[in-house]
């Protein structure tokens, strides 16, 4: 079946450090890929996505490209803020409107 | 719009009663979509409809849980005889229907502790 790895956390940088959060998956056929964010107290929200190969997905100074050969959707800042102190969830819809997929998350700490 | 709506926000039950818990998705996205979320794991997926229709279930949701859509609008996700293991963040989402991997907006859950 469909699945999601995303690396383990908790992550702590410093502000203006250089993130990354490794994201792989297994799926059938040509899945759509997603980032989500969930702020402390708050619901989870869209922060990027990608529906095909080599699709890079941003907002808000995050990137993450849907690469096919390695399946892996890893995202990316340059230079993290203590704003972006969150969890982090990767996901996975392998066609139309189905049901996501969620990795495990990955909670991350930027400090001042 | 003010987004997709969980309630109630939290609940504290005794282990064996019945609880209720109820979505209202954003007005004109008809796709609505239940979770479960336990610490430190990623949203499960519980249950889907597409309007009233209930098209899928996943084997996470056993015969103690039920959820309904009557007109297509809210949802109601309950839980019969609690157990501890029910304890969980519930979560709703709800998709538009236009076009295929449209965004899903999530509510803020319904936190259920089973004592």
């Known amino acids: 079946g469909n699945s999601v790895t995303q690396m383990e956390g908790p992550v702590t940088l410093s502000e203006e450090a250089f993130l990354t959060i490794n994201c792989t998956y297994t799926?059938?056929?040509?899945?759509?890929l997603f980032w989500y964010v969930q702020y402390p107290g708050e619901g989870l929200q869209l922060l990027l996505k990608?529906?095909?190969?080599?699709d890079k997905g941003s907002n808000k100074g995050f990137e993450a490209t849907y690469r096919k050969e390695t399946t892996s959707f890893h995202l990316e800042k340059g230079s993290v803020q203590v704003s972006d102190s969150a969890v982090y969830f990767c996901a996975l819809s392998d066609r139309g409107n189905t049901p996501l997929v969620f990795g495990k998350g990955t909670r991350l700490s930027v400090i001042a | 719009d003010t987004g997709v709506s969980q309630d109630p926000r939290h609940k504290i039950t005794k282990r064996g009663q019945n609880v209720t818990f109820r979505c209202d998705p954003i007005?004109?996205?008809?796709?609505l979509y239940w979770y479960r979320q336990t610490l430190g794991q990623g949203p499960e997926f519980l249950t889907y409809f597409q309007n009233e229709a209930q098209l899928e279930k996943s084997r996470l949701l056993s015969d103690r849980f039920s959820a309904e859509r009557p007109k297509g609008s809210f949802s109601t996700l309950e839980i019969q005889r609690t157990e501890q293991g029910d304890s969980a963040m519930y979560l709703c989402?709800?998709?538009?229907?236009?076009?295929?991997?449209?965004?899903?907006?999530f509510g803020q859950g319904t936190r259920l502790t089973v004592v």
């Open positions: 990608a529906t095909k190969a080599d």
């Open positions: 799926a059938t056929g040509y899945p759509s």
């Open positions: 007005s004109e996205h008809n796709r």
């Open positions: 989402a709800s998709r538009t229907k236009q076009g295929p991997n449209t965004e899903a907006f």
